[in-house]
């Protein structure tokens, strides 16, 4: 009975696996499976039936009452209202024709739109399903590889986690008692590196296979390229990019009240091009609606599955594999990076982000890594962009990639989630290259806040 009670945790995730796959709706599925299991702990006496109701103040306060959440549906009727209105299919136009000539021409610029639109958000959710939304129906119309167009998108998308500002930087500054402005500009470039790392592996496969990324033909252009036609498809999102994040770095407004910023600001825009019908309004709406539902669903029932994890001795199981292993600094660190790693194919990253900051940052920053650092007073620092960038992994692994159910969501029946995973399997390496590169090369991380400094 012991080893079995021992065993219940990871009997949960062995249960999940395949009830993923079964095609019911995957909110009903982590729900569930945590309810159960939660019925299974009270049935051998492991829990109190009044433990219940932890479960359900925990879904309310880390969904229901969390204010910041409010920043989602706001930021996805932006991303809706600039499909609608046509302003994001003209810039994804207009970027396909600036690079017609180089392989994977649209794919490379759907990664540069995820790079835009990643400053504008901070929340994966809101990113990717804003990319799917505005991207994926544009590719599959030209007929991209299903996995190459879905983890190109997943992966872009998920970029708005690490690139500031970033929603997971601000609450690893909180646990780590340092400054959110130093995490955010030690962020910058290991962000930008692997944008800079996607676009390389997108042109070199679609080089080699082009029939991965069919280029426009001459035929199908409908308008030459023009300095007008750029200018009228670069400026109005860049206008509202800079009127969300100046909001925000201005200081006038949160990253919550800056999404109502940029809500008005693509219904000012869509006015401004005559799209602003009742019929487009009505239709904004409603998607809006339906999509924040999905994701507010999987919030609840993510959020049902990780705290009954808790409940029956999950994490207490997993920190104590961790704490057992290794003593010296770099031995402890690479047990951590591949744990965190591991825990993301099961858990969002608040959930690592709790379980582990805590408890073994103050143990990183006092361990001796033999001079590789030049200033070892910013051990905190590197260690927590490694961990972000690590983090970034946990969209994207399956089974639990958060990404993944957000892009399925929104894509509905245009891909299969088989594809959605065959398409994230290079960009998940690349970001373990990113992360090795950080390891080894701590400058990449820490050279802009030391000269900014």
């Not at 590719?139 to 167009?149: F, G, N, Q, S, V």
């Not at 910058?188 to 080089?207: C, G, K, N, Q």
Request: charged fraction near 10%.
């Amino acid at each position: 009975m012991t080893s079995f009670i021992e065993f219940l945790p990871f009997l949960m995730f062995l249960t999940l696996v395949p009830l993923l796959f079964s095609g019911f709706p995957i909110a009903f599925v982590l729900g569930g499976t945590g309810l159960a299991f939660w019925g299974l702990a009270v049935l051998m006496g492991l829990e109190n039936p009044n433990s219940f109701f932890l479960v359900v103040s925990r879904i309310f306060g880390g969904v229901v009452n969390k204010q910041l959440l409010v920043a989602i549906p706001m930021f996805i009727f932006m991303g809706t209202m600039m499909e609608k209105s046509g302003i994001a299919r003209d810039l994804l136009n207009t970027l396909q024709l600036m690079t017609r000539r180089v392989p994977g021409g649209l794919a490379l610029s759907v990664t540069l739109l995820g790079v835009i639109l990643a400053a504008t958000t901070g929340i994966i959710g809101a990113s990717v399903v804003m990319m799917t939304l505005m991207a994926l129906p544009v590719m599959l119309e030209r007929k991209y590889d299903k996995p190459l167009a879905t983890g190109t998108i997943a992966a872009s998308g998920t970029l708005g986690i690490l690139l500031p500002p970033s929603i997971m930087l601000v609450v690893m500054a909180d646990l780590l008692g340092t400054s959110a402005g130093g995490l955010f500009l030690a962020a910058v470039v290991p962000s930008l590196m692997l944008a800079v790392f996607y676009l390389i592996y997108i042109f070199t496969r679609t080089s080699l296979n082009p029939d991965l990324a069919p280029p426009m033909q001459d035929t199908e252009i409908e308008e030459p390229l023009t300095m007008a036609m750029v200018f009228r498809s670069f400026v109005p999102p860049l206008l509202l990019i800079a009127a969300v994040l100046g909001s925000i770095f201005g200081g006038i407004a949160t990253p919550t009240e800056a999404s109502g910023v940029g809500a008005f600001g693509a219904l000012l825009l869509a006015r401004l091009r005559g799209e602003l019908r009742f019929t487009v309004l009505r239709d904004v709406v409603e998607r809006s609606t339906l999509t924040t539902t999905m994701l507010f669903g999987l919030f609840v029932g993510a959020t049902a599955f990780s705290y009954v994890f808790a409940l029956v001795g999950g994490h207490d199981q997993i920190l104590h594999i961790i704490q057992s292993t290794g003593t010296g600094g770099w031995t402890v660190l690479m047990i951590l990076m591949i744990a965190v790693f591991l825990l993301g194919f099961f858990f969002d990253w608040i959930e690592i982000t709790l379980i582990i900051l805590p408890v073994f940052a103050p143990i990183i920053a006092h361990l001796d890594f033999g001079g590789h650092l030049a200033d070892p007073g910013l051990t905190t620092m590197w260690f927590a962009i490694l961990m972000a960038v690590n983090l970034q992994t946990s969209f994207l692994t399956p089974p639990f990639g958060f990404a993944l159910f957000y892009m399925k969501g929104a894509a509905a029946d245009l891909v299969d989630l088989r594809d959605i995973y065959r398409g994230i399997i290079p960009f998940v390496l690349l970001q373990l290259l990113g992360l090795l590169a950080i390891l080894l090369w701590p400058e990449i991380a820490l050279w802009l806040p030391t000269v900014v400094k």
